[in-house]
T-cell receptor, first 114, second 109 residues
Framework: DGGITQSPKYLFRKEGQNVTLSCEQNLNHDAMYWYRQDPGQGLRLIYYSQIVNDFQKGDIAEGYSVSREKKESFPLTVTSAQKNPTAFYLC?????????????FGSGTRLTVV | RKEVEQDPGPFNVPEGATVAFNCTYSNSASQSFFWYRQDCRKEPKLLMSVYSSGNEDGRFTAQLNRASQYISLLIRDSKLSDSATYLCVVVRPGFKTIFGAGTRLFVKA
């Protein structure tokens, strides 16, 4: 079955440490997205990518980095520059230009700073 | 003012009740509209698109009012399993997708 796989499900980060969240899709979607969700807030866009080897900053890109070396994969690195990284991170994909079909989301990674 | 606004709730309703949620959006050029459902600590899942003429999917009815810039979701004959957070989603020109913060629904036995 096609879908999006995020790993790990839970991740604990120490202060000053970089961590990478994995996102893989087999839907053949062009576009991939990373969102952050905090309690009581809507999803906020971190980065998105329309095609391989290209990505754009979203609304809250500071302290994060991404790569898009393969169509299927869009990993997110949370760097030590992100001062408040504890949140629920969601990866999504869609057919670019067909957002009227909606997004498919992965099951999310819950990141906690310890 | 947020671009997409929803009443956070919670809405507490008994099984079998009819409940309606509204969502307002500020960008009049918005072009696509959706309702997503998010269960506690899970990812959002597409519930239904919202079309200009209104659309229905079983117990769920979605409406769009472009003049007043709001969309609505009506749930009839509520089930315990309908308990979730309902996210209003708006796509504006340039394919920028904006998520509302969600409305929480609790259906009680």
């Amino acid at each position: 079955d096609g879908g999006i796989t995020q790993s790990p499900k839970y991740l604990f980060r120490k202060e000053g440490q970089n961590v990478t969240l994995s996102c893989e899709q087999n839907l053949n979607h062009d576009a991939m997205y990373w969102y952050r969700q905090d309690p009581g807030q809507g999803l906020r866009l971190i980065y998105y990518s329309q095609i391989v080897n290209d990505f754009q900053k979203g609304d809250i890109a500071e302290g994060y980095s991404v790569s898009r070396e393969k169509k299927e994969s869009f990993p997110l690195t949370v760097t030590s520059a992100q001062k408040n990284p504890t949140a629920f991170y969601l990866c999504a994909s869609s057919i670019w230009g067909k957002e009227n079909y909606g997004y498919t989301f992965g099951s999310g990674t819950r990141l906690t700073v310890v | 003012r947020k671009e997409v606004e929803q009443d956070p709730g919670p809405f507490n309703v008994p099984e079998g009740a009819t409940v309606a949620f509204n969502c307002t959006y500020s960008n009049s050029a918005s072009q696509s509209f959706f309702w997503y459902r998010q269960d506690c600590r899970k990812e959002p899942k597409l519930l239904m698109s919202v079309y200009s003429s209104g659309n229905e999917d079983g117990r769920f009815t979605a409406q769009l009012n472009r003049a007043s810039q709001y969309i609505s979701l009506l749930i009839r004959d509520s089930k315990l399993s309908d308990s979730a957070t309902y996210l209003c989603v708006v796509v504006r020109p340039g394919f920028k997708t904006i998520f509302g913060a969600g409305t929480r629904l609790f259906v009680k036995a």
